[in-house]
């Protein structure tokens, strides 16, 4: 059935996204603040909406992928009043889980249906619509907004109510990030004991230290020909989108009282990395940090 689905925030990912619904035969009406994100939307067939209220006034379902929980939240506040009572606002973006139940409470005041929809696997997965989309809010919304998730991506999971997909979206990125920094310091140390990395990856892989930022992300050059530390870091998934969720989880542990030292950890190195690489380096890249670091201490 094809649905009118308004589309807000048309960047890295939500452009792809965009045009992936628009292959599968849907009518979607598109905004951006940028107008070449939103160029980039007609060129896939979408319509150009002339403001974020206009895109909204006839649809019934509305996509947003935006950078952060206030841009959401602002956003909301423009187009919560301009859409048909009852329909669905599906946020995709990556925000705090504060925010997302908010926005939740935002949309049901004003008489509309809400899910925060936040996904994983990038770029790429977004242009290969093969993005896992983890969401929050009632199962008649998720089964809803299930078909257009499906076309945009290999797997949604209902993960429970309101901010219950952004909540697992950071607690996801946290054992990541906290993985990463570990594999890393393990390549480290070994390089200190005279350890091929090799010889690590073919025992670590295969042995208890298995995961994915070993296995499929390894952040040094060899073991795995596909990771980004074989291209000089160019990601993947950039330092700065680690940063970012690390930092959503960091605010989530202290107003939940969560004591995770290597969370709160981890979202400090990360910060302190991608403060200086930004989106240049794949997250991969902090094993270089880690072993510039030690040249240092020795
Ligand atoms: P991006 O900065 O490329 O795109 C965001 C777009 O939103 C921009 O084009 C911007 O102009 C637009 N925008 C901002 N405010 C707007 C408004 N009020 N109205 C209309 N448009 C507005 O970001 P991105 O990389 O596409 O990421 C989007 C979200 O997805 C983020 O929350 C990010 O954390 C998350 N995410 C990104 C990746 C990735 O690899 N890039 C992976 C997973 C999740």
């Keep these: 059935m094809s649905r009118t689905v308004a589309f807000l925030g048309l960047g890295h990912m939500g452009l792809p996204m965009a045009a992936n619904l628009v292959k599968a035969g849907h009518r979607v009406r598109a ?4 107008p070449a994100a939103l160029d980039g939307a007609v060129t896939a067939g979408a319509e150009r909406a002339a403001s974020a209220p206009d895109a909204v006034a006839d649809a019934e379902i509305v996509v947003t992928m935006l950078p952060a929980g206030r841009h959401v939240l602002a956003l909301y506040d423009d187009i919560l009043t301009a859409a048909r009572p009852g329909t669905l606002f599906v946020d995709c973006s990556t925000i705090d889980v504060a925010d ?21 696997g990038g770029v790429v997965g977004a242009e290969a619509a093969t993005l896992t989309f983890m969401a929050g809010g009632g199962e ?19 993960c429970g109510g309101p901010g219950a997909g952004q909540a697992a979206k950071i607690c996801n990125n946290m054992i990541l990030g906290v993985s990463m920094i570990a594999v890393s310091e393990a390549f480290v140390l070994g390089e200190s004991l005279g350890l091929s990395h090799q010889a690590l990856y073919e025992v670590a892989s295969m042995a208890s230290g298995q995961c994915w930022a070993l296995s499929v992300n390894c952040p040094v050059p060899g073991p795995v020909p596909t990771s980004p530390a074989n291209r000089d870091y160019r990601p993947g998934f950039a330092a700065s989108l680690m940063a970012k969720d690390l930092g959503l989880a960091a605010n989530a542990l202290r107003e939940g009282g969560v004591h995770a030292e290597l969370g709160r950890k981890a979202a400090e190195l990360y910060a302190a990395y991608a403060e200086r690489v930004g989106d240049s380096e794949d997250f991969s890249g902090i094993v270089r940090t880690i072993r510039d670091q030690s040249g240092e201490a020795t």
């Design 100 to 120: 997302a139940r908010t926005a939740h409470e935002r949309a049901r005041a004003a008489g509309m249906r809400a899910l925060d929809a936040p996904v994983s």
């Design 31 to 34: 905004y951006d603040l940028v």
């Design 140 to 158: 008649d919304e998720f089964a809803e907004a299930r078909p257009l998730l499906d076309i945009m991506g290999k797997k949604a999971v209902h």
